[in-house]
């Protein structure tokens, strides 16, 4: 028996009705389940073949445990030793270098130093930096300023003078941040990708409240549409993610890629939709079938982006 494990945080309605899902059309031979993590020991057997993992950014032990699970052969569903080394900052470098339009970026050292740091950690950094460089760099303001890594429109700022970047800058403690070009849209998309070849491209509306950002409707021509999903899965084989969303802002017919480091994506059937949540519930069943189906005890059994190779 081949078992595909599950394992979430607070979310209620996605990952039940993906266990539901896949017990509904798997052979009998690959049954789903909510993932139990008990004693974690050296020599932790493995109990699944494929996990999905929608909570291991913010359980640091889960994380760990996952990737030890990786290393004895599960297909963990992202690659948490790829995910962990992963940012936007990064990610907008590599979609750069392989063709897809992204706002212009300059990445900031945290605004306080790093714990067990002091001044002389830093005697190779410029001081100070040339902010009016940057900020010439990313198109002026109106910019944003936000986190370089993380989700969920977390530490994310629109920025309209020098006076309001210090005094939010001076504000984000730790954190490293990012100056990032204002792309005014006229239309804005976040895009599903599944095994980088399933894609599902929803309007979305960022200014709007969370409940209400699928709410939206824009007149995309179907080259657009094309040029986008072309992106999505140039970018997620790229960077090796089975599960991911992109969000592109649209100017001047061109779409830029906002933000695609998103792998474990909102799926709660009330934020997103009835249909949205049907697509991304039937499409990862049968991606995470596929995956349990070939999947091969003693090594390896995870997705790598063409990035790194």
Known sequence: MKKIGILNGVENTFPQALIQKINVIAPKDIRAEAVLVE?????????????????????????????????????????????????KFTNAVIAKKIGVPVPKTALLPS???????????????????????????VGGFPLYLKQYHGGGWQHVYRIEDKQELFDTYDQTGHLVMMLQENIEFTAYFRCYSIGAERIHIMPYAPQNEHAMRY?????????????????????????????????????????????????????????????NFNWVVDNLAEYAIQRAKIHQPNQLNLTWGTAIL
């Open 39 to 87: 004693e974690i020991l050296l020599d932790e057997p493995l109990d699944y073949q494929v996990i999905i993992d929608r909570i291991s950014q913010d359980v640091p032990f889960y994380r760990t445990w996952l990737k030890q699970m990786a290393l004895n052969g599960a297909a963990v569903l992202n690659n948490p030793l790829w995910w962990s080394a992963d940012d």
């Open 111 to 137: 605004k306080e130093m790093p714990k067990n740091t002091s001044p002389k950690s830093f005697r190779n950094l410029k001081f100070p930096l040339d902010w009016d460089k940057m900020i010439r760099h």
């Open 215 to 275: 709410a939206a409707y824009y007149d995309a021509p179907q080259s657009l549409l094309d040029t986008m999903q072309n992106y999505v899965i140039k970018l997620n084989k790229a960077l090796g993610y089975d599960v991911n969303t992109v969000e592109f802002a649209v100017r001047d017919g061109i779409p830029y890629a906002i933000d695609f480091f998103n792998p474990a994506p909102d799926a709660d059937l009330n934020s997103v939709g009835r249909n």
